[in-house]
């Protein structure tokens, strides 16, 4: 099979908040998306997952003529297999989603990787960094994730997941994590810890408070929001700064819903970025939101499809 397809891909977007879906054209256009909450609470099964999903696949694909399955999904994963078991959707355990849409989808190529891996790819593609070299893409929403291009190209890693920049330690000492760990990133800056921390720390009680919420005070000048924002914009900017001595990048792009919040997310971060990267080959490094926003996942799931050539490459 050609590492290139044509027509139009179903891409799926499947994150511990949202799952998103949608029709996606060779130049990387989407023609169509639709998104339904990520159904969740103690009673919620695989099987109510893979019935949400599905539905919204079909109501996503219509009538049109699909080319191919593209899949971005929390990690970890076993790869490229595409048994999944996200941290935040804690139903899935090693639930075997390509085996699954593949059978769904039967005949069609299918190609599932991590989200935040999409968002890499979409980025540089068609995106913020195109043109680039070396990217790191991160998802900073429900969880924080990674994906990166070197030399142009995707790097998977032994096991596929490469580039898992949420769970690089930026406080030995800090809260521990949902992988087992202590102090990662994810735990400091994803957007529930976010919550989780202000409301400790004095801002809105109340089950029914977001990130988005959090945000918005921040905004605002609400002290304690921008106090969480400056924490986590710092844990942010430490990781990136590690990531970028290692990989010598080029450019950092940040979506997700946290990443929405703007400056003060983005202040902080690039305070601990300049402070932390001193080496001349790391202090260049650009950092910024991506070009496509939320739909970012659904492109680079894509092109897993549409620029399998660059992007896809089963061991």
Not at 17 to 43: C, F, M, N, Q, W
Not at 246 to 267: K, R, S, T, W, Y
Request: hydrophobic residues 45%; neutral net charge.
């Amino acid at each position: 099979m050609s590492g290139r397809g044509s027509g139009h891909v179903l891409a799926l977007d499947v994150g511990g908040t949202k799952l998103a879906a949608g029709l996606v054209d060779e130049s990387g256009g989407v023609v169509r998306a639709l998104r339904a909450a990520t159904p969740a609470g103690r009673y919620v099964e695989a099987e109510d997952l893979w019935r949400a999903l599905t539905e919204l696949l079909d109501a996503a694909a219509g009538d049109a003529e699909v080319t191919g399955v593209g899949v971005g999904c929390g990690g970890p994963m076993i790869w490229p297999d595409g048994e999944v078991s996200p941290l935040n959707i804690p139903a899935w355990r090693r639930f075997p989603l390509r085996a699954r849409l593949a059978e769904r989808y039967a005949g069609l190529p299918v190609r599932l990787h991590n989200d935040a891996v999409c968002v890499a790819v979409a980025e540089h593609w068609r995106g913020a960094a195109r043109g680039h070299r070396n990217v790191l893409g991160m998802v900073v929403s429900t969880g924080v994730g990674g994906g990166l291009i070197l030399d142009d190209r995707l790097v998977n890693g032994s096991s596929g997941n490469a580039g898992h920049v949420g769970h690089v330690t930026v406080d030995p000492d800090g809260p521990p994590c949902a992988c087992g760990g202590r102090g990662c990133l994810e735990a400091v800056a994803r957007g529930p810890a976010l919550v989780a921390w202000a409301q400790a720390h004095g801002w809105r009680t109340g089950a029914d408070a977001t990130g988005v919420d959090l945000a918005a005070d921040a905004r605002r000048g609400d002290p304690t929001a921008l106090r969480a924002f400056h924490r986590a914009g710092t844990a942010l900017g430490t990781a990136i700064a590690s990531v970028t001595h290692v990989c010598d990048l080029d450019v950092v792009a940040l979506g997700g819903g946290i990443a929405e919040a703007g400056p003060p997310l983005f202040g902080p971060l690039r305070d601990a970025l300049r402070a932390r990267a001193r080496m001349p080959f790391a202090a260049r490094v650009q950092v910024g939101r991506t070009a496509f926003g939320a739909a970012s996942g659904l492109i680079g799931a894509a092109a897993l499809v549409l620029a399998g050539d660059r992007y896809w490459a089963e061991p």
